[in-house]
């Protein structure tokens, strides 16, 4: 079963917007991941925040982690054409040693002109 | 560097019928994984390997079989084709430590008819 959700399934926006992506997960996690596909194309690593960490960030990017809660967020800001892409979060799953990710269905962003 | 390769890009099969989906990384590293990527169900893990010579099963393993004879190749195998195993396949590797991101390559659509 998937551990992660992501939510909105889809979010459009114009460029210069911000764009926020909610992940709520189910079980205790070690650290959560966010990953980016863009259409045709293998994920690419975003960013990882570990369980004791509530915030942190890269660039555009910011993840916060409310593990009370069982939820992360990813903002994007000033959002441009090109992060046009699905945005997944991942957690590691303990079951295998930590040696995998569990996935979510992700959230489709598209960013307008 | 290429990082992970996935052979072929594309292959139409027809029920029955048996093939090989090959992943070449030339990162050193000693986690592999592959996963199947299904519309609104993200990746899901089929199988993943931690080291040469071992294998183990992921979240959805059978019709699957695979080998990691080499550090740098993991293989997929479909023994009896099927139309549910249509779907695009991923392959990524890691480095070995909690919290290390995964590298993807750019998935082979298979399609089962």
């Known amino acids: 079963s998937q551990q992660g959700e992501e939510d909105p399934q889809a979010l459009s926006i114009q460029e210069g917007e911000n764009a926020t992506m909610n992940c709520s997960y189910k079980t205790s996690i070690n650290n959560l991941q966010w990953y980016r596909q863009n259409s045709g194309r293998g994920l690419v690593h975003l960013i990882l925040?570990?369980?004791?960490?509530r915030e942190k960030h890269s660039g555009r990017l910011r993840v916060t982690l409310d593990t009370s809660k069982k939820s992360s967020s990813l903002l994007i800001t000033a959002s441009r054409a090109a992060d046009t892409a699905s945005y997944f979060c991942?957690?590691?799953?303990?079951?295998?040693?930590?040696?995998?990710?569990?996935f979510g269905k992700g959230t489709m962003l598209l960013v307008s002109p | 560097n290429a990082g992970v390769t996935q052979t072929p890009k594309f292959r139409v099969l027809k029920t029955g019928q048996s093939m090989t989906l090959l992943c070449a990384q030339d990162m050193n590293h000693e986690y592999m994984y592959w996963y199947r990527q299904d519309p609104g169900m993200g990746l899901r893990l089929i199988h993943y390997?931690?080291?040469?010579?071992?294998?183990a099963k992921g979240e959805v393993p059978d019709g699957y079989n695979v080998s990691r004879l080499k550090k740098q190749n993991f293989l997929l195998g479909l023994e009896s084709a099927a139309p549910s195993q249509t779907s695009v396949y991923f392959c990524?590797?890691?480095?070995?430590?909690?919290?290390?991101?995964?590298?993807f390559g750019d998935g082979t659509r298979l399609s089962i008819l």
């Open positions: 990524a590797s890691r480095w070995t430590g909690l919290g290390q991101p995964q590298h």
């Open positions: 390997s931690v080291g040469e010579g071992t294998t």
């Open positions: 925040i570990r369980s004791n960490e």
């Open positions: 991942a957690t590691v799953n303990m079951n295998s040693g930590y040696s995998t990710l569990t």
